[in-house]
């Protein structure tokens, strides 16, 4: 009897968080990103270190020392590449970046990536229909990337001419934004 009743209490209490967990993400509106659900309370680290898509972005963020910034109050948005994103760099770039010798080189790929405003994807959109159909966006790295749109689609172009489609846009974070794209931006050479 003790057992059952365990076991229907452990049940109910399953159920009951289980409710609550989906209960809580729904009310963010974030997409799954990575295979994790991203919460608007927690910051861009603290959701970042949960996506499978990310590990290497969040490995570069370690060792670039840039934990605690993306971590603070911002606003950021940050244009973040995933791991398949880095794999499409030349052989060997990802390996070379993470080299401690090369942390500034590192810091400044990173930092082209973020932005110091939270920039939603109608408010990016925006921003294009009133520059005519591309936008300037400066990034804390000094880089200046430019967005254009097609339908739905926002691209983000680099200082070299690679251009990056947003997958997953608008997951709302507790200082900013994150927007997934497909390339990783590298500043001019």
Known sequence: MLRKTLTTAAAAFALTAGAAF????????NPMVGGAPMFADKN?????????????????????GLVETLSGP????????TNAAFGNLAG????????PENKEMLTNVLTCHVVA?????????????????????????????????????IMIEDERGRVADVTIAD??????VIHVIDEVLLPAM
Do not use: R
């Open 22 to 29: 989906a209960e809580s993400h729904s009310e963010t509106g």
């Open 74 to 81: 911002g606003p950021f948005t940050v244009f973040a590449p």
């Open 117 to 153: 405003a939270d920039a939603m994807s109608d408010a990016i959109k925006g921003m294009i229909d009133d520059d005519g159909g591309t936008h300037p966006v400066e990034t804390v790295g000094g880089c200046t990337l430019q967005a254009t749109y097609d339908g739905d689609e």
């Open 44 to 64: 861009i680290v603290e959701n970042a270190v949960n996506s499978e898509d990310h590990t290497t972005l969040v490995a570069a963020v370690k060792a670039a």
């Open 92 to 99: 060997g770039t990802v390996e070379d970046l993470l080299k």
């Open 171 to 176: 997951v709302d974070q507790s200082n900013g």
